[in-house]
């Protein structure tokens, strides 16, 4: 168990849909980043925060959207979904900024989003 | 924007040791480089993290270059749970100087018995 809570695990919904998928990081964790993957490949960097403030984004489509709130917990947001969307969403969290020497990261176990 | 380079898979006998290299030619000065392992329909879960020469915990090693450009994971004896796919991880400086974190293909692992 990585501390790192994710829901809903599993979601199906219909294209031109939208769905919110939530992440509640490790306690103490200030940075939460948000992956996509699709069947069998690579994770794919969608969006970082740190401290409710967003500090990198990546691959990320215009029809998506995240946020951290003030208890720190995050918020991935998909709106006019397509089949393509359909993948495993991950998050995970750190201490701080990742890539420095606290920057491991904990992910957790996946919010799995099929698009019909 | 920085890219990591791993080969796309690997095959090893249990008992064997595992070296699996990444590159990342373009890593920045302040940045680690961090190992994770995934299973399939799992959250990636950290290996080893190093900045320089040599780093060993229990499960592994992770031996840097000088340079920084390159990093080789070492799986001593591997085993059949081993079976999974690695990835290697280093912060990515985008255009916008902010950083990101970006995971390269990853290698997939296949420990035969």
């Known amino acids: 168990d990585s501390g790192v809570t994710q829901t809903p695990k599993h979601l199906i919904t219909a294209t031109g849909q939208r769905v919110t998928l939530r992440c509640s990081p490790r306690s103490g964790d200030l940075s939460v980043y948000w992956y996509q993957q699709s069947l069998d490949q690579g994770l794919q960097f969608l969006i970082q925060?740190?401290?409710?403030?967003?500090?990198a984004k990546g691959n990320i489509l215009e029809r998506f959207s995240a946020q951290q709130f003030p208890d720190l917990h995050s918020e991935l947001n998909l709106s006019s979904l397509e089949l393509g969307d359909s993948a495993l969403y991950f998050c995970?969290?750190?201490?701080?900024?990742?890539?420095?020497?606290?920057?491991?990261?904990?992910f957790g176990e996946g919010s799995r989003l099929t698009v019909l | 924007l920085a890219k990591t380079t791993q080969p796309i898979s690997m095959d090893s006998y249990e008992g064997q040791e595992v070296n699996i290299t990444c590159s990342h030619n373009n890593i920045a000065t302040n940045d680690y480089i961090t190992w994770y392992q995934q299973f399939p329909s799992q959250g990636p879960r950290f290996i080893i993290q190093?900045?320089?020469t040599k780093v060993t915990n229990e499960v592994a090693s992770l031996f840097i270059p000088a340079d920084r450009k390159s990093s080789t994971l070492s799986l001593p004896r591997v085993s059949l749970s081993d079976t999974a796919v690695y990835y290697c991880?280093?912060?990515?400086?985008?255009?916008?100087?902010?950083?990101?974190?970006?995971f390269g293909s990853g290698t997939r692992l296949q420990v035969q018995p």
């Open positions: 925060y740190y401290n409710g403030e967003e500090r």
């Open positions: 995970a969290s750190s201490v701080g900024l990742a890539g420095g020497p606290i920057g491991e990261l904990f």
């Open positions: 190093g900045y320089k």
């Open positions: 991880l280093v912060g990515d400086r985008m255009d916008t100087g902010r950083r990101a974190l970006t």
